[in-house]
């Protein structure tokens, strides 16, 4: 096995957990409510990306207000786990970096820590050239001290490297899920990992509703928010329409996700929207980056592809886009992970008490 890479910097911590706390108990209501008069309709995406040579590299944007600029696609971590055999998913993750996609997503639950186990094989390989290259992102799911302590650590030692990039709350997906991080220690843990430079940055995901989300800004002051964003949830329960502008005031950077409606890609399957579209359409919002799903080494020519010949939706072909999408979208049957708890993981299901 390779020695542990330590990427380099490390950030400083946010405000103490009494002062995330009084922030919560204070401000949270009156800074949701102004957030949900921020929804403008949906435009293309305004800042300025960093664009490679041709065929050489990802376009990348800027992460929030951490300073660092991460590929306009981001490598998922669920999708790398489900591939049978090991070694091809290491070739897929290499070739990935190769290509310009060098932001990494996973999970300390996806495929029972699978996804990390076999990541952290592909980024170790080599010496470790591979994890210099990464921006890593993985998440943890626990909201007590004791299990994010534990999580943190065993995330590190997967993926075997000493520090984490970013590191996500994940699936923040009821409204008690605000109020349990703070009052059950799992924020403060995330904080103290960070300020022992375990962690460089912090943020939460999740995929119910934006005003979960909402309430959650004002917990901390999170450097990311990890939501769904895709052509459908622009007529329901809209993460771009509600939550981005309220990142936006706050310097949160928003990353995109289920841009083809989830694992099944819904969207798609239905014929609601094209893939190409789809990923357009996500990357047309103002997110940092969108998380993509590959299995196959074709999936990553394609993906590649759009993101290098990107070209922001808007005027009639935006307009059109939508027309078509809006019969299918308002009643959220393409989105069913935001009003069922089917495509909630197991660890979170038994968290808050479904079977």
Known sequence: MCNPVRHPNSTPPGPSIDETRREFLQSGAAATAGALTLAPLVTAHEPTPVVPKPGNGLPTRPLGKTKENVSILCLGGWHIGAI???????????????????????????????SELVMGKALSADGGKWRK??????????????????????????LNTDVIDLMQMHEINWDNDPEWVVEQGGLAELLKAQKAGKI???????????????????????????????????????????LIPAAKKAQIAVIGMKSLGGGDGKIVQANVATAEEC?????????????????TMDELK???????????LEGDELRNLLNKVKPHAGDGRHERFKSTTDFDGPYHRKQHGFE
């Open 200 to 242: 460089r940055y912090v943020g939460f995901t999740g995929h119910k509703s934006p005003h979960i989300h909402l309430k959650m800004l004002p917990v901390h002051a999170w450097d990311t928010v990890q939501c769904p964003i895709n052509v459908c949830d622009h007529f329901y329960r809209s993460f771009a329409k509600e």
């Open 279 to 295: 990923i357009r359409f996500a990357l047309s919002q103002e997110i940092a980056s969108l998380v993509i799903g590959i299995r």
């Open 84 to 114: 049978k055999n090991p070694q091809e998913a290491i070739k897929i993750m290499h070739a990935a970096i190769d290509e310009g996609m060098t932001f990494f997503d996973n999970c300390w639950d996806y495929h029972d820590g699978g």
């Open 133 to 158: 290259k990464c921006f890593l992102m993985t998440k943890v799911c626990a909201r007590d001290a004791k299990g994010v302590r534990a999580m943190i650590d065993q995330s590190l030692k997967r």
């Open 302 to 312: 394609k993906n590649v592809a759009t993101a290098r010949n990107f070209r922001p």
